[in-house]
């Protein structure tokens, strides 16, 4: 019988600050702090690491530092033997792209430049990339942050839409982000090569529009020692009603100190 990890806690990468009345009846919005970066706060999307309009040395004129920049999957993946071998491949990302480094790395799971860049059904599932889609389980991803060392990680999710009605594929999501979600973590925990830098693990919350498959997925993630969590499906073609039920829902399922992620 295989022995039972025991996971150690995750370090607490937010605090939390005031909260600011929105109005009656509706939720108090958010303020805190996550890794030096007063929220709420956008992340700066780039492609392939690199920001969409700007030169780099132009966004840091315009951006003070620290800011999170968030390098989607689909775009590291294709870089990962080339920074592995790279001269400063120590260094992991920052060494590869310099223009990162004084900054923050959030690597996500699902590409906001794409309509649907995670692609579901399989045992895994698939992200578009420049050279086609690939298959990023928990292993993939793991190996990847290896060479990396990003510091933050959206744990692998399969992207439900909140128009998709199947319970099916709904509960499966759920489920299969609950069980990639461990098995990053207790890697995380027995191998050296991960444990030797920090980095923190987001949990996936998915469920399309079933509020009580998102409530339990918010149940199970916050049993595990993360850091925080990324909310899927949303951001398709959704009514914003809709969406504002699934986050209503997210928001008082999630336990407040975490961050959240859209």
């Not at 009846?25 to 958010?30: D, L, S, Y």
């Not at 294709?78 to 060494?95: D, H, K, L």
């Not at 933050?152 to 609950?178: D, Q």
């Amino acid at each position: 019988e295989k022995d039972k990890i025991i996971l150690p806690a995750a370090k607490s990468i937010f605090s939390l600050g005031s909260t600011a009345p929105v109005g009656e009846g509706k939720p108090a919005a958010r303020t805190g702090e996550l890794l030096g970066i007063e929220t709420p706060a956008f992340t700066a999307l780039t492609s392939r690491a690199f920001p969409l309009s700007l030169r780099p040395e132009m966004l840091d004129r315009v951006l003070t530092s620290p800011r999170l920049n968030e390098l989607p999957v689909g775009d590291v993946l294709i870089r990962q033997e080339r920074v592995q071998t790279c001269p400063n491949a120590a260094e992991g990302y920052r060494g590869f792209w310099p223009h990162l480094r004084g900054n923050l790395a959030y690597c996500s799971f699902r590409n906001p430049r794409q309509s649907m860049s995670v692609i579901g059904g399989d045992a895994i599932c698939s992200v578009e990339t420049a050279g086609g889609r690939r298959k990023v389980g928990p292993k993939e991803l793991l190996e990847l942050q290896r060479v990396l060392q990003m510091d933050i990680v959206a744990a692998p999710a399969e992207e439900v839409p909140l128009g998709v009605s199947g319970n099916r594929r709904t509960t499966r999501a759920a489920s299969r982000a609950a069980d990639w979600l461990k098995e990053i973590l207790e890697t995380k925990a027995t191998d050296p090569a991960l444990s030797s830098f920090d980095w923190h693990v987001l949990a996936g919350i998915q469920g399309a529009g079933d509020l009580k498959v998102r409530k339990k997925a918010c149940e199970a993630a916050a049993a595990l020692p993360v850091s925080g969590f990324w909310i899927g499906g949303l951001g398709y073609d959704e009514e914003l009603l809709v969406r504002g039920q699934v986050l209503q829902t997210v928001a008082a399922a999630l336990p407040p100190p975490l961050p959240r992620f859209l």
